[in-house]
């Protein structure tokens, strides 16, 4: 890696994504923010943060180099932009994400297929019941074009909840991860009689996973079934930090951290094949 320097930007830089010809490359805040910062990459200098109709957490541009989603944290919707050939952003409109249950779809993060054909939404909610139920829900876009983008269908999840990242390994094959409430046991010292028994604690922790989902065409998708476990905990989600990887065209994807809760300094890679 060489350092080429800096671009001084008037908020936090939480979420950057770059066009398919590295030219560009499009930030968000993660909190309460309208604006949407363009770089151009060759010059190193910022062209524009401007606002725009909703908010901003997470931004991702599709392959067709025009298409730009963002995900709508507090508005609990995916807005679609375009992006043109000089940088100049322009807003097309803004998608509402179901409700679902008791709880309502919070997007946290966006990806698009490598096809530019299906967009899938992270949806951090959690229905906050007991004993807890959780509703990973996952919003599956379909693109028929620069800025033609619609809501296609919603996946309901058997597992957790609190999806931070979204990913595809390829044109058929997606990954998210999540959390699930498991059950433990553990001892403490009884206070009456110190040198006695242990008295036997029961209670959970939020285990995180990564699960798959398989993409059947544009906009189609279905849970596949399958989820792996990681040595990850907690339950807090980031807006728009990207926390899983795949190599292109390659059988591994990588999970870093999801979380401020239950952090660590590893990162668990897990084999598609």
Known sequence: ?????????????????????????????????????????????????????????????????????????????????????????????????????????????VAISPNGRTALVANAATESVTPPLFGPDMAVLRIDGPGEVRLSKVLTMPLGGGTQSVGFANNTEAFFNYHKWVDFTYETPDPEDPEGPPIIEESQYAQAYVGFVDILGPGDAVFSGIEVPTGQRGTSQLFGVDTLAAVPGGPYVYQANNTLSGANDEIYVIDLR
């Open 1 to 109: 890696p060489l350092y080429k320097g800096f671009v001084q930007l008037p908020f936090f830089a939480e979420d950057i994504a770059l066009t398919p010809d590295g030219e560009f490359a499009l930030v968000t805040d993660g909190g309460f923010s309208s604006v949407i910062a363009v770089i151009r990459t060759s010059s190193m200098h910022m062209i524009s943060a401007g606002t725009y109709p909703g908010q901003h957490q997470a931004v991702t541009v599709s392959s067709d180099g025009q298409t730009v989603l963002t995900a709508d944290y507090w508005n609990l919707a995916i807005n679609v932009l375009l992006i043109g050939a000089n940088g100049e952003l322009s807003f097309v409109k803004s998608i509402s994400l179901p409700i679902i249950g008791s709880y309502a779809h919070r997007p946290v993060n």
